[in-house]
């Protein structure tokens, strides 16, 4: 089982931590079955993350994917649906389904999966949703890999027939220092979208930082240091 506890305050807002629902389940072999506040089959696709940049993600505009989906919630209730995951050697797939609450009593089905091989340093992975939400059925095919100190990732996705395309890079200099961009491109947008980031090993901590351009051309940063233990 697994819960979580969450805290966090925006600039002169605070606000009170939160408990999220439980995720629980059961592992035999290489199955796993769960319950409740679930991950979503969709994003947890190898590669939905790729080329995320800053302290923050400053947004995510790095995702192909631009509708909704089922993700753990660290902090509320989550979709309480349930799941199936599945991996065997280089093969993995997930398979989700939840309710979604349209309002006034009602709710929509929402299924999900995904599906990736690895070989070596690369991983190529499909993806989909189909929703009774309008907008929200979602097909999205993922690609990446590594040599030495350098990263590259594609993707791309069709947003209930919006198309968005991404590619992404990384580079490390020297042993602490590791740079990651990206450029997308959607059916939608006004302008291109990119962004450039940073982070930079202090020891026990990370210093992170990056500057984006989204769909309408507006930009945004952030700086600051990521502690883990």
């Known amino acids: 089982a697994r819960v979580r506890v969450r805290g966090g305050n925006t600039g002169d807002a605070p606000t009170a ?7 629980v389940g059961f592992n035999v072999g290489g199955v796993t079955v769960a319950v409740g506040n679930i991950l979503g089959a969709l994003e947890e696709a190898p590669g939905f993350y790729d080329g995320t940049v800053g302290l923050t993600g400053l947004g995510y505009h790095n995702l192909a994917v631009i509708s909704d989906w089922d993700s753990f919630s660290s902090s509320g209730a989550g979709v309480n649906g349930a799941e199936i995951v599945y991996s065997a050697g280089n093969f993995g797939g997930h398979l989700s389904w939840s309710e979604v609450d349209r309002g006034s009593g009602s709710t929509a089905a929402r299924v999900a999966a995904n599906l990736s091989y690895s070989f070596g340093d690369w991983t190529v992975a499909g993806a989909m949703q189909d929703s009774g939400e309008a907008g929200e059925d979602v097909w999205l095919v993922t690609a990446g890999g590594s040599f030495g100190d350098y990263g590259v990732g594609a993707s791309y996705a069709d947003n209930d027939g919006t198309a968005k395309f991404q590619i992404n890079g990384s580079a490390q200099l020297g042993a602490g220092t590791i740079l990651t961009a990206f450029v997308a491109d959607e059916d939608s947008a006004a302008e291109t979208i990119w962004g450039v980031g940073f982070t ?11 500057l984006i351009q989204d769909k309408d051309g507006a930009n945004e940063a952030d700086l600051g240091v990521r502690f883990s233990f």
């Open 17 to 23: 931590s939160g408990v999220s629902a439980p995720r």
């Open 200 to 210: 930079h090993s202090l020891g026990g901590a990370t210093l992170a930082g990056g």
